[in-house]
């Protein structure tokens, strides 16, 4: 079946430790977004790919980067985890402009633990 | 700016029972595209359903129906039959039709009582 995978599920790291995490598709979609989510909270954007071209929010902070070398695969690189940046972090896909679409496909996302 | 509000922060139903969650949104645009999204206690977000703002019918999905009302720009979800798969987090979502974000509303948490 067709779908958004990330990986790993789970992820420890140690304060200051760089860490990645990773998403991949079997959608073919061109737009990739990269969402952080605290408990009880709605999903924040922090960026999205359309294609090669990539969008930051104003206020995703700098230690947040991606990459995207192609069009199934999307990292999320955090620099300098602090304490605060202990969430889900949710990888979701979509293709815009087909008119029987627009909604997001979500991968099950990676819980992140910083200690 | 466009905006999403859900303001049930809590809701529960009884097993079998109707429930309808609100969501409001503010835009200027004329066509956009609404959603809600389930997201149980495992995590996964889901699609429940979909509305594209220049249909006036309003979508249906089994049990899950929406109550759309555009000038009021009211986006109500309606679960019938509430089954205990159903309690989950629910984010009324909203997108420009031409632009690639989604804006998702706070959420509201359904509970389904046995």
């Known amino acids: 079946d067709a779908m958004v995978i990330q990986n790993p599920r789970y992820q420890v790291t140690q304060f200051g430790k760089p860490v990645t995490l990773s998403c991949s598709q079997t959608?073919?979609?061109?737009?990739m977004y990269w969402y952080q989510q605290k408990s009880s909270q709605a999903p924040k954007l922090l960026f999205h790919?359309?294609?090669?071209?990539?969008?930051n929010e104003a206020d995703t902070p700098d230690n947040f980067q991606s990459r995207r070398p192609n069009t199934s695969f999307c990292f999320l690189d955090i620099r300098s985890p602090g304490l605060g940046d202990a969430a889900m972090y949710l990888c979701?896909?979509?293709?815009?402009?087909?008119?029987?679409?627009?909604?997001?496909?979500f991968g099950p996302g990676t819980r992140l633990t910083v200690t | 700016a466009q905006t999403v509000t859900q303001s049930q922060p809590e809701m529960s139903v009884q097993e079998a029972e109707t429930v309808t969650l609100s969501c409001t949104y503010d835009?200027?645009?004329?066509?956009?595209?609404l959603f809600w999204y389930k997201q149980p206690p495992s995590r996964q977000m889901i699609l429940v359903i979909r509305?594209?703002?220049?249909?006036?019918q309003n979508a249906t999905e089994n049990r899950f129906s929406v109550n759309f009302q555009k000038a009021a720009k009211s986006f109500s979800l309606k679960i019938s039959d509430s089954q205990l798969g159903d309690a989950a987090m629910y984010f009324c979502?909203?997108?420009?039709?031409?632009?690639?974000?989604?804006?998702f509303g706070p959420g509201t948490s359904l509970s389904v009582i046995p």
């Open positions: 979701a896909t979509s293709r815009p402009h087909v008119a029987d679409s627009y909604e997001q496909y």
């Open positions: 959608l073919n979609h061109n737009v």
């Open positions: 790919y359309y294609d090669k071209d990539f969008n």
């Open positions: 835009t200027s645009e004329s066509d956009y595209y």
């Open positions: 509305q594209e703002a220049y249909k006036q």
């Open positions: 979502a909203y997108r420009r039709t031409s632009y690639d974000k989604v804006i």
